[in-house]
């Protein structure tokens, strides 16, 4: 089994590096782990735009209707999970 949090700290760690800045180093790690994450919320981010096309051109009720549940799901899934990926700079710009 892999544990997502050791790779992605191997993955920044430099054995020359020492503690002097482990916070940095820290928190390079825990963005390197992020990486897979904010590349799928794009994936759900373009989601929503498709659908939020589908809904707009939808010749029913039933259909726009089924869209924008979709897209509602979509919504609130991704304002759950957004503020524990992106920093508030990122969030402000989306």
Do not use: C, H
């Amino acid at each position: 089994m892999t544990d997502p949090a050791v790779e992605a700290a191997q993955r920044v760690w430099r054995p020359d590096w020492s503690f002097i800045d482990a916070e940095g180093k820290l928190t390079d790690a825990a963005r390197e782990m992020a990486k897979p994450i904010r590349e799928q919320m794009a994936v759900i981010r373009r989601r929503y735009s498709e659908l939020e096309d589908l809904m707009l051109a939808a010749d029913t009720s039933a259909l726009m209707s089924r869209y924008a549940n979709e897209m509602a799901g979509i919504k609130y899934a991704y304002d759950l999970l957004a503020p524990l990926i992106f920093t508030s700079e990122e969030l402000e710009r989306a």
